[in-house]
């Protein structure tokens, strides 16, 4: 089943540009592409942050006679054992492949210095487009861009915490990169609370609420 919240539907959509899913997950996937716009947009992010991976590497021929010589070898390991059970083979290449499918996610929602207990993902209110991040555990709070958003010359992003049934509470300034880290959790961050940012003056709110609608949210989830 394709999830409805938006952190489900990245981690869902990650997995699939990755090709880790399960062959009827990635058939139900990629059937729901072409009538789920927001699939779809979640796919066309990770593909575009995932697949430049792959020019990392500098292309190379292998040496002369390389091929000749792995044939001879698959050729002479036809024997009995273990090590040479396909099964075995398959299950270590599904492994390795879940290991970095695990890391790669982890890299894109973690932040440094440990594993967060809730996540986040912002975007404008009327769309589904990821604009933000935000990771939280009890080292610290991270909020970074995940899309090329800026603010006004004259304008900054202001981030907001506004749990469940109280006021906005200012965490402070974003900078000029999209980027506010806090070395200590505040207090309001827990399951459930929104994270809202808005524009302001450079030098934030001139009073202790919003001087805007926000312009990105999100909704904290526990981190899987």
């Given amino acids: 089943m394709i999830p409805d919240t938006p952190e489900e539907l990245h981690v869902l959509a990650g997995e699939y540009v990755l090709g880790v899913l399960e062959p009827d997950a990635a058939r139900e996937v990629a059937g729901a592409l072409a009538q789920n716009a ?3 947009r979640a796919v066309r992010f990770w593909e575009e942050r995932l697949h430049p991976l792959s020019g990392l590497a500098s292309p190379a021929e292998p040496p002369a006679g390389m091929w000749q010589r792995i ?34 996610l982890y890299i894109a929602f973690a932040p440094p210095a440990a594993g967060p207990s809730y996540v986040a993902v912002l975007h404008a209110p009327q769309g589904q487009q990821p604009a ?20 006004p010359s004259d304008r900054g992003f202001e981030l907001w915490a506004i749990p469940p049934g109280a006021k906005p509470i200012s965490l402070g300034m974003m900078r000029d990169d999209g980027r506010l880290e806090l ?3 505040p207090p309001a961050i827990s ?30 989830v526990p981190a899987k």
């Fill in 71 to 104: 044939e001879s070898g698959i050729d002479g390991a036809a024997k009995p054992g273990w090590w040479n059970a396909l099964w075995l083979w398959r299950a270590v290449a599904v492994a390795a492949t879940a290991v970095a499918a695990c890391l790669a």
């Fill in 191 to 220: 399951p459930g609370t929104t994270l809202a940012i808005t524009l302001e003056p450079k030098t934030g709110a001139p009073h202790p609420a919003p001087s805007s609608a926000p312009v990105f949210l999100g909704t904290l």
């Fill in 38 to 40: 927001a699939l779809s």
């Fill in 183 to 185: 070395g200590t959790l």
């Fill in 132 to 151: 933000f991040v935000a990771t939280a555990s009890p080292r610290g709070l991270l909020v970074h861009a995940v899309a090329s958003e800026t603010a």
